[in-house]
């Protein structure tokens, strides 16, 4: 995008799906806008009614740990100490009307272009999933091996849950 101040990549990178839902941690969303976590969440906390739990939840020790374990973040104290608040693309949205400076709207302006990209890549592979299916309904087996190795390129690899180090046992 022209007069991007920040790579799409970057911002694409800091978006988790969580509980179901796509959303931006607020620490990521306060180094983005160039702003101190803690002010970020008093102005969220000063117009509170605007963000809903659909458009802004606090983060259990759970789903902090699953995070960690993932590598999503590198550690708890990435996140400062605090249980962090994530925000859905509309409480993103909805920041812009609390966060008044010229760096929060262009950046939240981006935000929602890289909402909308993602969205965009979901759709185009779930179209390609159903004109495959088309294709393998018009075609007889001769194609089928082909089929084939087109949805084993589509599928997502899987991260290994193996663990990598040393597992230490202790002795009464």
């Known amino acids: ?4 101040i920040i790579p799409s990549e970057l911002i694409e990178n800091k978006i988790y ?12 969303l306060a180094d983005l806008y160039s702003v101190k976590p803690i002010r ?22 759970t789903e902090i740990d699953v995070m960690v374990s993932r590598n999503a973040i590198p ?23 609390v966060l008044n400076s010229d760096r929060a709207v262009e950046v939240n302006i981006q935000i929602m272009r ?3 990209k993602l969205r965009e890549m979901i759709l185009s592979h779930k179209d ?9 309904k018009k075609y007889d087996a ?3 091996i082909v089929f084939d190795a087109i949805r ?9 849950s193996n663990k990598i180090g040393f597992n230490i046992e202790k002795k009464g």
């Open 75 to 97: 550690s708890r104290k990435y996140l400062g100490g605090f249980q962090p608040y994530v925000f859905t693309e509309q409480g993103i949205a909805m920041l812009s009307g």
């Open 142 to 144: 001769q194609f089928k």
């Open 114 to 116: 890289a909402f909308v």
């Open 1 to 4: 995008m022209p007069n991007s």
């Open 17 to 28: 799906l969580v509980r179901g839902r796509k959303v931006m941690l607020d620490k990521d």
């Open 128 to 136: 390609l999933a159903r004109k495959l299916e088309d294709l393998e």
């Open 40 to 61: 970020l969440r008093e102005q969220v906390k000063r117009n509170i009614k605007r963000f809903p739990d659909d458009f802004m939840f606090q983060l259990s020790e």
């Open 152 to 160: 084993q390129l589509m599928v997502l690899p899987k991260k290994s």
